[in-house]
């Protein structure tokens, strides 16, 4: 059973215009939300995280949006450049302190931005 | 630092054989995580440690084994290879000071299964 869930499997904009990424989640015991930035042959690299008690968090061009009622998040990049052409992972944290930061990823959106 | 590093990055296995994928971390990191991903899916936790000897299953533990006897090391080992273990293997690590820390990967190894 799919946790997370990343519906879109690729996603393509022009330079300069937003990116929207989204994912869905089904387990209402995930607490700690995060984005992971992957290039090809290179390991994940974290992006950006959102707590299940805020709804928004923004670095610089990045944000991500939590609708804890629709177990949904997404995230925007504006604007979007050709170097952020890579796939994004949605992954979450249950609460609790057994969860010992267990991540379950969805299965990845690659995004392509054309210059 | 060199951060989290993982040797081989490829190997071509044949059915039945063992192999041990390396892992090592220079954060001094208390969590280390095995991941493997399969083409079109994301990251499945295989095994997970919160220290120097202490580990536990994750999600897909099955025809792997792991050991950590040091804070930096964390191999994992597969004792009679399958077809079904062909993948990209990701070892991680991460702080264990309260609240939620993110997780650094290392490159990766692509094992093949044949």
């Known amino acids: 059973d799919q946790q997370v869930k990343q519906n879109s499997p690729s996603l393509s904009v022009q330079e300069g215009r937003i990116s929207i990424l989204n994912c869905d989640y089904t387990n209402s015991m995930f607490d700690y939300f995060l984005w992971y930035k992957k290039y090809p042959a290179e390991g994940p690299t974290f992006l950006i995280s959102?707590?299940?008690?805020?709804d928004k968090n923004e670095d610089g061009r990045f944000t991500v949006f939590l609708n804890k009622s629709a177990k949904h998040l997404s995230l925007h990049i504006v604007p979007s450049q050709p170097g952020d052409s890579a796939v994004y992972f949605c992954a979450a944290i249950p609460a609790g302190g057994t969860s010992y930061g267990k991540l379950t990823f969805g299965q990845g959106t690659i995004l392509t931005v054309h210059p | 630092n060199a951060g989290v590093t993982q040797t081989p990055k490829f190997r071509i296995l044949k059915i039945g054989q063992s192999m041990t994928l390396q892992c090592t971390q220079d954060?001094?990191?208390?969590?280390m995580y095995w991941y493997r991903q399969d083409p079109g899916m994301g990251l499945k936790l295989i095994y997970y440690?919160?220290?120097?000897?202490?580990?536990d299953k994750g999600e897909v533990p099955n025809g792997y084994n792991v050991s950590r006897s040091t804070t930096e090391d964390f191999p994992l080992r597969l004792e009679l290879a399958a077809p079904s273990q062909t993948s990209v293997y990701f070892c991680?690590?991460?702080?264990?000071?309260?609240?939620?820390?993110?997780?650094?990967f290392g490159p990766g190894t692509r094992l093949t299964v044949l």
């Open positions: 959102i707590s299940s008690i805020k």
């Open positions: 440690s919160v220290g120097a000897g202490i580990t």
């Open positions: 954060m001094n990191h208390n969590y």
């Open positions: 991680a690590s991460s702080y264990s000071t309260g609240g939620y820390n993110e997780q650094f």
